[in-house]
């Protein structure tokens, strides 16, 4: 995952608004999301690589995502997979904080990452990007995010974009999953000094500062919109695109949570 734009206990109607990209190398086998059949109450995409998931959300409300953190200088291969973390919180009985504390110990087991880790009430936050002594769980106050391969809300074209729109989407409509999903849409290519500003700005910086990235062999797999009311409905979307960004198909969803 490398795109995530959500609202988070901001708007009278709604816990968490998101819409967000993954972006991967299209030959990397992966399940589109469904509830898994051995754990009937979770609802996520499946890396067939690895066996765990980007992001996913259960009946009872436990939701996760996570992307990878850029970082040129850490180039040998981690011992285990980052798709295990969302897995592990989201089959697991823990609440967010517990979790996030326990991971503490081991997060330089696994490549860069940032992992959000919510209950339907609180939401979580935790990079490894970190030393260790500053790898801390942060509880995130109401507001409105955007995460990409760096730390959260650092000001990349593409969250700052996504940003605006969904706070302009939330002031102005219902949601839906056709806007929501416009949020993080965008296949323009950042300002080649507006990356530089953010410590960007070779070529293949410039050809993934799409927010929607179609480049060959790589680029947005799948775009998920997601939301859950005060009611306690949860609405998902997956949507798949090929190699030339063509939509390949969806994957809707719609439950209410067992908690109401």
């Not at 299209?26 to 109450?41: C, G, I, K, M, V």
């Amino acid at each position: 995952m490398c795109l995530l734009i959500f609202a988070h206990q901001v708007d009278p109607r709604y816990r968490l608004v998101l819409a967000a990209n993954r972006d991967e190398f299209h030959a990397r086998p992966t399940a589109p999301s469904t509830f898994w059949p051995e754990h009937p109450d979770l609802l996520a995409g499946r890396d067939l690589e690895q066996g765990g998931t980007w992001m996913g959300i259960t009946r009872a409300g436990r939701f996760a995502a996570i992307t990878n953190y850029r970082d040129p200088a850490r180039t040998s291969p981690a011992p285990r997979s980052r798709g295990e973390l969302p897995l592990d919180y989201l089959t697991g009985d823990l609440d967010p904080q517990s979790y996030l504390l326990g991971l503490r110990e081991r997060t330089q087991e696994y490549a860069g990452f940032n992992l959000l880790v919510g209950d339907g009430d609180s939401l979580w936050y935790l990079t490894n990007s970190l030393a260790h002594q500053a790898c801390v769980p942060q509880c995130l106050e109401p507001g409105l995010y955007g995460l990409s391969n760096a730390r959260l809300d650092t000001p990349w074209p593409k969250v700052v974009l996504g940003k605006r729109r969904l706070r302009a989407l939330l002031e102005n409509n219902e949601i839906d999953h056709e806007d929501l999903a416009r949020v993080v849409g965008d296949r323009q290519l950042a300002d080649l000094e507006d990356l530089r500003r953010q410590g960007l700005g070779n070529d293949m910086d410039q050809v993934l500062s799409a927010q929607f990235i179609t480049a060959g062999s790589y680029g947005t797999r799948s775009s998920t919109t997601l939301w859950s009311d005060r009611q306690g409905v949860v609405r998902w979307r997956e949507s798949s695109f090929d190699e030339s960004g063509k939509l390949a198909g969806h994957c809707e969803e719609s439950f209410r949570l067992s908690e109401h």
